[in-house]
């Protein structure tokens, strides 16, 4: 499997609703809810530390390409 670096806008990234991590739901709305609420004690600090310090450039982001019509 070839990887491609390169720079993608934030809102183009879905999130995936069937998260071997998580009960698989219907939709993104409902996995960003059941994403946050199983990290919710964590996710202050993490936003903290993202703004204070940025992301780290050691560790990239994988992103996997897909085509998905999204309903909310």
């Given at each position: 499997?070839?990887?491609?670096?390169?720079?993608?806008?934030?809102t183009?990234l879905?999130?995936n609703?069937e998260n071997?991590?998580?009960?698989?739901?219907?939709?993104?709305?409902l996995?960003?809810?059941v994403?946050?609420?199983k990290?919710?004690p964590k996710?202050?600090?993490l936003a903290?530390?993202?703004?204070?310090?940025?992301?780290n450039?050691?560790?990239?982001w994988?992103?996997?390409k897909?085509m998905?019509?999204i309903?909310?």
């Amino acid at each position: 499997m070839s990887h491609k670096k390169q720079l993608i806008k934030i809102t183009d990234l879905l999130v995936n609703s069937e998260n071997p991590r998580f009960d698989p739901v219907k939709n993104q709305k409902l996995a960003l809810l059941v994403m946050i609420e199983k990290i919710k004690p964590k996710i202050k600090s993490l936003a903290e530390d993202i703004a204070k310090n940025g992301l780290n450039p050691g560790k990239p982001w994988y992103v996997e390409k897909k085509m998905a019509n999204i309903l909310f």
